[in-house]
């Protein structure tokens, strides 16, 4: 069973502008989620890029292609306010400068409205859901937390975190059908694309010896 948290437990040691909240000073985590997908490292994520990016941590043709698509498609204009019409605006490209500004709603809260990483909320995920293993969500606790972050009528919300939380759980779920901590922890920091990266093109080497 998970311990029983408090949010004040979750923001000891929190001195920013945001105190109180429990944040996490890195302007740069939202950022940092997404700057795998920027394969050229220029600012910019096309939907070519999502599609690589996706590729390359193990995703299907059709889901690359559909996420690229979808992800890109819903986030390009949120993120290049101001841009008029234009071939470039065409392109449907996701400036990461600007990601925060393509939050969308009934998510878990573990980014802010500037994209900085809330150190509570994330552990709230563990305290309130993780009923089987305090360290790891079941499909069962992952569509309760799912259900408890809907907003009335974000039904857009809705659909993002679906998306978003499914492909993560059937990218990454181990043997066991969980989806563990530490794994979640490193999508929000990037480091999990990363790590799923490297871990298929060394798998991708063996096969060849």
């Known amino acids: 069973m998970a311990s029983s948290l408090t949010s004040n ?32 490292n220029d600012g910019i994520i096309y939907p070519w890029e999502t599609f ?10 059709l889901l690359s292609f559909a996420s690229a698509f979808l992800i890109n498609l819903g986030l390009s204009r949120k993120t290049r306010p101001g841009k008029t019409f234009s071939l470039e605006t065409l392109k449907l490209g996701v400036e990461v400068k600007n990601i925060h500004m393509a939050k969308h709603g009934s998510d878990s809260g573990v980014y802010d409205s500037k994209g900085r990483f809330v150190s509570w909320k994330f552990e709230e995920i563990f305290a309130k859901f993780a009923r089987t293993h305090s360290d790891a969500l079941t499909s069962d606790e992952l569509k309760a937390m799912l259900k408890a972050n809907r907003e009335p009528k974000d039904y857009r919300g809705w659909v993002a975190s679906w998306t978003e939380w499914i492909t993560l759980y059937n990218l990454c779920k181990d043997k066991e059908g969980l989806l563990k901590k530490e794994t979640i922890r490193g999508v929000y920091d990037g480091s999990l694309f990363q790590q799923m990266e490297r871990e298929k093109l060394a798998a991708a080497g063996k096969k060849k010896e």
């Open 52 to 61: 690589q990016g996706f590729r390359a941590i193990g995703a299907g043709y």
């Open 9 to 40: 437990d979750f923001q000891e040691g929190v001195d920013d502008e945001d105190a109180g909240r429990g944040l996490v000073c890195d302007e740069n985590a939202l950022q940092k989620h997404v700057a795998f997908f920027d394969r050229n």
